[in-house]
C-alpha cells in the first residue's frame, strides 16, 4: 500500500480530460474527411497555425490555406475514407490545454477502384475556451491529407 494519497477528483478529471481530447480530435478529423470545412471552423480557432506537407514546410496561420482542400477535394460520398488514430498519446498543460500525439492511419479507395493506405504523424495543441476544445496548433508529417488518386 502506497502512503501517498490518491486524489480521486484530479484521477477523475485527468482520464475524462484524455477521453475529451480524443473525442473532438476524432470528430475533427471526421469533418476533414466528410469535407466538412463549416465543422472543421467550429473545432478550429481561427489563429489555427500548421505545419504540415501541403504548406511545403511553411508555418501556416488561419483556416484559408485549408479551405482550398475542402473545396477542392473530390466528391463526397462517392468512396468511403476511413480513419484510425493508433496509440493517441495526450498531454495536459493545465486545466485548459493539451497536447495530442498520434498516428493517423487513412484507409480510401484510389482511382482505380484499389484500397489503399497513408500514414501520417500528427501533433495537435488544444486549448479550452468557454469550455469548448479548439485546435489552435498541429504539425503533420508524412502523407498529404488528400489521398492520391
Known sequence: M???PLDWDCFWFVVLTH???IKVTEQLIEAI???DFEAYTKICDPGLTSFEPEALGNLVEGTDFHRFYF???PPK???PIHTILLNPHVHLIGDDAACIAYIRLTQY???GGLPRTTQSEETRIWHRRDSKWQNI???????PTVPAK
Do not use: L, T
Not at 137 to 143: A, D
Open 19 to 21: 477521453q475529451e481530447i
Open 2 to 4: 502506497s502512503s501517498v
Open 109 to 111: 479507395i484510389d482511382g
Open 137 to 143: 496548433h498541429f504539425h503533420r508529417s508524412g502523407s
Open 33 to 35: 474527411n466528410n469535407g
Open 71 to 73: 473545396e477542392n477535394a
Open 77 to 79: 460520398g462517392k468512396q
